[in-house]
């Protein structure tokens, strides 16, 4: 079958994987739209600790069972179908207190093994989610991300009319943007030094903030009376942002850090203990935000549609990563292997 390989640092290409075959509780996903991630951008730039070439990345997928080998009710051959894509161990103490999510062993499909950069993926059945007609095939590849956005909010103590700080506005901080003002937030500055994304930002009803040109801890102390934000998630991962976050946030409110630092930071631990900050940490999702995701974007509650700048067929894997370097042209490409 054909499938975008990741081959070395900076190189994919079209290739060849053998189709697989399903094993016993594993069904045959016809992949009909795959996106691309930050952590497939890390694994593209030779980054990743885990990823290993040659490798169909793509863990944000949608598709069709093509085939199915055993039994479960809840699925047929034809159901279009999205892939959550996290293997938990079942057996370490996370997993046993019902948090896979931070499962001591995570694998993830398109990470560990390969994913939606082909035309077929083999998946446990126990990682399939029904798409309600009501969601389109694009829109229910977007699932993953939404559904990190949604963990990332329930992991905070946003509640409602509360003043929000988000700094990065890619597809990540965009999502929780769309999560928190749902959630009830009053005001939600985010920054970002991409004009397309801040354009972006912007049309989605927050209060974008050019970080190349102002400063965000000086805007939002200034327009919530020196006070700052409730809740700030760190979205962009670098030391700017890691001081940002700190002296943006009020006193005694909390700060989310979602990135994943490819550096480890300096983080101001004296600044925080000073003024009694909360610092909270989050890992992908759980499957419960991953059927909100679902089921917020069927009903038109986060509407996705804003999110996606590209759809290519899976021959021009790289024209996407190309557009996924420049972040003044791209927020979220997604391939579609079988066109």
């Not at 499909?109 to 399939?128: S, T």
């Not at 700060?255 to 925080?272: H, R």
Request: glycine share 8%; proline share 5%; net charge negative.
């Amino acid at each position: 079958m054909k499938a975008g390989l990741y081959l070395s640092e900076k190189y994919v290409r079209i290739g060849q994987l053998d189709k697989p075959s399903p094993k016993r509780n594993e069904a045959l996903i016809k992949v009909s739209f795959a996106g691309i991630c930050g952590t497939d951008m890390m694994i593209y730039s030779g980054k990743h600790p885990r990823a290993k070439a040659p490798l169909a990345m793509g863990h944000e997928f949608s598709g069709v069972i093509e085939d199915i080998n055993g039994e479960d009710p809840r699925f047929q051959i034809g159901d279009r179908v999205v892939v959550e894509p996290t293997i938990s161990c079942g057996e370490c103490p996370a997993c046993l207190s019902g948090n896979p999510q931070v499962c001591e062993a995570l694998g993830l499909i398109g990470i560990d093994w390969h994913g939606g950069f082909a035309e077929y993926v083999a998946v446990p059945l126990h990682r399939l989610h029904k798409v309600p007609d009501s969601l389109s095939d694009a829109h229910a590849a977007l699932t993953e991300p939404v559904a990190v956005g949604i963990h990332t909010v329930r992991r905070s103590n946003l509640k409602v009319g509360d003043t929000v700080t988000i700094l990065g506005a890619g597809p990540i901080g965009l999502i929780i943007g769309l999560t928190a003002k749902i959630a009830g937030a009053k005001k939600i500055y985010i920054s970002d030094v991409s004009p397309f994304r801040l354009k972006k930002a912007a049309s989605l009803g927050l209060a974008a903030i050019d970080a190349k040109k102002d400063n965000i801890v000086e805007v939002v102390k200034a327009e919530t009376n020196g006070i700052g934000a409730d809740v700030v998630f760190e979205v962009a991962g670098n030391n700017v942002t890691a001081q940002q976050m700190i002296d943006v946030c009020r006193t005694q409110g909390q700060i989310i850090v979602v990135s994943v630092y490819k550096q480890k930071p300096i983080v101001d631990l004296a600044s925080m203990h000073f003024r009694e900050l909360s610092l909270t940490t989050t890992r992908c999702y759980h499957s419960t935000d991953f059927a909100a995701a679902i089921s917020m974007m069927a009903s038109g509650e986060i509407n996705v549609t804003p999110l996606i700048s590209h759809e290519l067929p899976l021959e021009e894997i790289e024209k996407g990563f190309e557009y996924m370097l420049n972040p003044e042209t791209s927020l979220k490409v997604l391939f579609q292997p079988n066109l």
